[in-house]
C-alpha cells in the first residue's frame, strides 16, 4: 500500500489494520445499542407474527451479522480510499499517535452546517412515521450513534469508496486522480443506494409501502447522501459523520418543538 501522511488518510500496510480497527470499534458502537435495542424496543412490535426462534438468538444472530457485513465495509474503505485520495483524517490521526483535535476543528464547521441543512429531510420521515428514530430521546441517541457513524462507515467510506475506485480504474484506467465527473457520479450514486436502503424499515413500520413512501425514502435519502457524501469528499468522512449527527439531533428538536 502507497505511503503519504498518515493525517490525510493513508497508512502503510502495517498500520492500516490499526485504522480497520478503529473504524470497525466506531461502527460497532452503532451497531450494538441498535440490535440490542432499537430492534426489540420500536420494530418488533410492528411484527405480527410468532418468532421461529428466540428473541435472544434472534438478537445475537442480528449482532453478528452486523457485526461481519460492517467489518467488510471498513475492510474495502481502508484498501481502496488510499487509491482515490478520499480520507479518515480524525481516525487516522488517532492511530498514528498525532493529535487529532487540529485534524477534526478543520470538519467541524463543514458537518455542523451540512447537518443543519439536511435535518429536515430525517424531521420529515418521522413526521411522516417513516422512521422510528426520532421519537424519544433514548431513539435519537441511537439514531445518531447508528446513522452518523455506522452507516458513514459503510456507505460512505465503504460503498462510496468502491464505486470511486471502481470508476477511477475502469473510467480513467487507474491514472491521476479521480475526475469530477467521477467523484459525483459515485456520490450520487452511493446516495440512492443509501435511500433505498431505508426501503425495507419503512415496508417494516408501514406494513406496505405506497408511491408516495418509496419516492420520499429514496428522495430524501438521497439528497441527504449527496451532502454526506461531498463533504467526505472534500473534508474526509469525520465531515459526513457529523453531519449526520447533527442532523438526527436538529431533527429530533424541530419534531419535538413542532
Not at 430492534?39 to 457485526?67: D, E, K
Not at 475502469?170 to 431505508?198: D, E, K, M, Y
Not at 425495507?200 to 413512501?213: I, M, R, V
Request: glycine share 14%; hydrophobic share 55%; with cysteine.
Amino acid at each position: 500500500m502507497a505511503v503519504s501522511s498518515a493525517v490525510d488518510g493513508a497508512t502503510t500496510e502495517a498500520s492500516s489494520w490499526k485504522l480497520g480497527l478503529a473504524l470497525w470499534i466506531a461502527g460497532m458502537v452503532g451497531v450494538v445499542p441498535t440490535i440490542l435495542f432499537l430492534l426489540p424496543a420500536q420494530l418488533l412490535q410492528h411484527i405480527h407474527r410468532p418468532l421461529r426462534l428466540p428473541i435472544g438468538v434472534v438478537l445475537l444472530l442480528g449482532l453478528v451479522q452486523g457485526a461481519g457485513i460492517l467489518a467488510l465495509f471498513v475492510w474495502a474503505g481502508v484498501a481502496l480510499a488510499p487509491k482515490v485520495g478520499l480520507r479518515a483524517p480524525g481516525f487516522a490521526a488517532l492511530v498514528s499517535g498525532q493529535s487529532v483535535a487540529p485534524v477534526l476543528r478543520r470538519q467541524l464547521w463543514p458537518g455542523v452546517l451540512g447537518g443543519l441543512a439536511v435535518a429536515v429531510i430525517p424531521w420529515y420521515f418521522t413526521s411522516h412515521g417513516l422512521i422510528v428514530e426520532l421519537h424519544s430521546p433514548g431513539s435519537v441517541i441511537t439514531a445518531v450513534l447508528y446513522g452518523g457513524i455506522t452507516e458513514e462507515i459503510m456507505l460512505r467510506w465503504g460503498v462510496m469508496t468502491v464505486l470511486f475506485w471502481l470508476g477511477w480504474r475502469w473510467l480513467q484506467n487507474s491514472r491521476g486522480q479521480v475526475s469530477v465527473g467521477t467523484a459525483w457520479a459515485a456520490i450520487v450514486i452511493s446516495a440512492v443506494i443509501f435511500g433505498a436502503g431505508h426501503l425495507p424499515g419503512t415496508h417494516l413500520l408501514l406494513g406496505h409501502l405506497t408511491s408516495l413512501a418509496v419516492v420520499s425514502v429514496i428522495t430524501g435519502g438521497a439528497l441527504f447522501g449527496t451532502v454526506a457524501g461531498w463533504l467526505y469528499w472534500r473534508y474526509g468522512l469525520e465531515a459526513a459523520i457529523l453531519c449526520h449527527a447533527v442532523s438526527h439531533v436538529g431533527a429530533y428538536l424541530a419534531y419535538k418543538i413542532g
